[in-house]
């Protein structure tokens, strides 16, 4: 009260120069004194209609607060809309955490798009140019801005609603990206103490649901706000970041220390606060391919700015006030792996944030469960280490495998030697957490376990004693497997090779696996699963039993009507590239892919039919599936070797555990380049002469790329598609008459 009292201005209010100057001076306290009591009824209204709008979410009072919200819309504070998001994002959170929560309907009900929209209005009208200390629309404190991006929790902004049973009430996430937009305003000109570790940590959590780089499958319609057009996901959570870095960094542990040298306990970052921090940034992206472009530079910002606390902070000198680092839980340090899922490790920012994390797991005294091995694991999915090395210390060494970075300038010297060894030390480190785990796995947590594996090489022994201290836990899950699980844990094993004794112990125990599997495969299912095959000889015993229970799975998904995308197709073949087409397990494979191959010529046929008679539907035919709801990391499992949108049937239930969700439609997208690239890649190093199987299969590639070219109505074969075919067709001999024809088909199609 005082803070807005003494700001008013009053001098202009008396001008008349006749007037007494004790008079004047009298007046002008008193008008003070009247206005401040004005701005402490209108304070203590806000507070109540504060207090009032948490109890009715709260108690789940949906009537009282729409009627309140309604009525003293123009009176809402900064304070009460904080409130309010807030408290809405606790109730999504309470409803995913328990589907039989009855706060669903509270949340459809209350918070719908209409009031978003009236919020929205209401900051854009206050919208500051710059920091005003008396506006009531100006972020206060740091607890206030952290709180504001954590209401964006639980929002999934990727997943479409499906029109016939979305209720007309419920927000669409067009709406957040705005609000997300128009809030951006406010953390530019935010002047406020210097945010806290958990104001930092809750607003990066909140923003665990966006993205950094453009999607093409969703383009929000949030308006520019300095001028027309539309601004993507992408555009409006960079500019976030652009501006909550630099309060990122004005959080200096060295301006915070108390009067003994410490830092103050409140200054240091927490495990639960790390966590928080890195999980939020689980569907940001931050590979070499990002880094070399705009979409990526402020989450590299991001990372070396956090980085650089954290390895100030495993310094015991800086440590809490008993002089140690701060023990991070088993909890903390799996979401933080977690969270870096989508970040490579030939980024310097990223082996960075790896590096400083190392300590903290060794000092971790908790016990890992298996959702923590699960998770931890998942984490490392894009993370490469150097080959045929062993580190069992922190030691510094070399470049790790054949990664690069385009800005290694910010590592230099002796810290740029450990950042590019921080795959390695953080191996040893989850070794040893892995090891001491007792619990039995769940199916989910295999899946990510081996599934977060997919970019690491066994030839590191590293790798190889991570694997050793895995096998023990996985032969420990006794719980029912789905075909989901096992495809990830297969597809997580596409760098392995078979050479080793651990990968045959794995396939072994998937085999096993595979065969007490009781739910029935679906194509995507079978493609994920080979394509893991790639590295892997069928020389090797445990390789042909794996393929020997994959056939039958094929054969059950074929007899249940199971149509094989194109994407499939060419991953099942690319998959298959290792292997000897005169082996038991891999003739019997091939003969029901072709079986595959001409239930689709089938389809062909049917949709050619439908041209030639029809004009007025040529889609291909979708089909819904319910399967088990998708568990937690299992939405992001797609990448860009296995495209989402070509995989056909593919469940995307909702729900965690055993509960039931309903698939998503999909459909059979038109053949690619790629697609028919990756098939003939595969026909490496299997001989058509004298083999019937080879024969049958060059016949059935030949007419699915017939057809499918056909049906496309033509294709342009790129340079990487044509590499890999003429690859692909080394050594097979033109005189036979089903390669001749191959030729002819391929030829047909690179004449374009």
């Known amino acids: ?173 067009t709406v957040y990206i705005e609000l997300l937009d128009v809030l951006s305003g406010y953390i530019k000109y935010y002047d406020g103490d210097a945010l806290t570790p958990r104001a930092i940590s809750n607003a990066i959590y909140g923003l665990q649901n966006f993205s950094n780089v453009s999607n093409v499958s969703y383009v929000s319609n949030v308006s520019n706000r300095s001028g027309s057009g539309s601004e993507s996901e992408a555009v409006v959570v960079r500019k976030v970041l652009k501006h909550l870095i630099p309060l990122i960094k004005s959080n200096n542990i060295n301006t915070n220390t108390n009067t003994n040298g410490l830092t103050n306990g409140n200054m240091i970052f927490s495990g639960q606060d790390v966590g928080m ?18 979409e990526g530079s402020e989450v590299r910002e991001l990372l070396n700015v956090f980085g650089e606390r954290l390895l100030e902070e495993s310094n015991p000198v800086h440590g809490t006030k008993s002089g140690t680092i701060p023990c991070f839980s088993a909890q903390a340090i799996s979401n933080s792996l977690y969270g870096l899922h989508n970040f490579d490790s030939s980024v310097v920012e990223v082996r960075k944030v790896l590096h400083a994390l190392v300590p903290h797991i060794h000092a971790s005294v908790e016990v890992f469960n298996p959702q923590s091995v699960g998770n931890s694991l998942y984490g490392l999915q894009n993370m490469s280490c150097s080959t045929g090395s062993s580190r069992t210390g922190t030691g510094t060494r070399g470049r790790t495998g054949t990664n690069t970075s385009t800005n290694e300038a910010i590592a230099t010297g002796s810290d740029s030697e450990l950042y590019l060894s921080a795959v390695d030390d953080i191996l040893v480190a989850l070794t040893d957490k892995v090891s001491k785990c007792t619990e039995p796995l769940h199916a989910q947590h295999l899946g990510n376990a081996l599934y977060g594996l ?86 090797t015993t445990e390789v042909r039993d794996l393929l020997d229970s994959l056939t039958l799975e094929m054969s059950t998904c074929i007899a249940t009507g199971s149509y094989f995308s194109s994407q499939s197709i060419g991953s099942i073949m690319y998959g298959l590239q290792g292997m000897n087409a005169t082996q038991r397990g891999v003739k019997e494979f091939i003969s029901t892919l072709c079986d595959a191959l001409d239930d689709n010529q089938e389809y062909y046929a049917s949709r050619s039919a439908r041209k030639g008679s029809t004009s007025t539907s040529t889609t291909s035919p979708s089909i819904t599936n319910t399967g088990s709801g998708s568990g937690s990391g299992y939405s992001q499992f797609y990448d860009d070797d296995l495209d989402r949108k070509a995989l056909s049937m593919r469940t995307t239930g909702s729900g965690t555990g055993s509960g039931t969700g309903t698939g998503a439609v999909e459909q059979l997208y038109p053949i690619s380049s790629q697609n028919i690239g990756s098939a003939i890649y595969g026909l490496q190093q299997k001989s058509c002469i004298d083999n019937v199987e080879v024969k049958r299969l060059v016949g059935s590639l030949t007419n699915w790329i017939e057809d499918g070219i056909a049906d496309a109505g033509g294709i342009d074969l790129d340079q990487q598609a044509v590499s890999n075919i003429l690859y692909g067709l080394y050594k097979m001999p033109i005189n036979i008459p089903e390669v001749a024809r191959l030729f002819r088909v391929l030829l047909g199609a690179m004449s374009h």
């Open 277 to 294: 921090f890195l999980y939020g940034l689980r569907n940001m992206k931050c590979t070499r391919s990002v880094a070399q472009e705009s």
């Open 454 to 539: 997919q970019n690491l090489s066994p030839s590191n022994t590293n790798v190889r004693s991570l694997l050793d201290a895995l096998i023990p836990i996985l032969n420990s899950c006794e719980e029912p497997v789905e075909p989901r699980h096992i495809d990830n844990a297969l597809y997580g094993l596409r760098n392995m090779s078979c050479e080793y004794k651990q990968v045959k112990r794995i396939l072994a125990l998937l085999s096993i696996k595979i065969q007490s599997c009781s739910d029935t495969w679906l194509s995507t299912n079978i493609a994920r699963g080979v394509y893991g095959l790639q590295n892997m000889s069928s020389n």
């Open 1 to 173: 009260i005082g803070t807005i009292s003494t700001n008013i201005d009053s001098s202009n209010v008396y001008s008349n120069s006749n007037t007494n100057t004790d008079t004047n001076i009298n007046d002008k306290a008193m008008l003070n004194k009247h206005l401040a009591k004005i701005a402490l009824k209108k304070l203590m209204f806000q507070k109540r209609m504060n207090s009032f709008y948490f109890d009715c979410i709260s108690k789940g009072d949906i009537a009282s607060f729409n009627n309140a919200f309604d009525k003293n819309l123009k009176s809402l504070s900064m304070i009460n809309i904080n409130t309010i998001l807030f408290q809405f994002a606790k109730l999504r959170m309470s409803k995913n955490n328990n589907s039989t929560s009855n706060n669903s309907n509270v949340l459809e009900a209350g918070l719908d798009e209409n009031r978003l929209r009236s919020i929205i209005k209401l900051l854009e009208k206050h919208q500051p140019t710059r920091f005003d200390s008396t506006s009531p629309f100006k972020i206060s404190s740091p607890q206030s801005l952290g709180n504001l991006l954590y209401s964006f929790v639980g929002i999934d902004l990727h997943l479409q609603p499906n029109k016939s049973t979305t209720s007309s009430t419920t927000s669409s996430t």
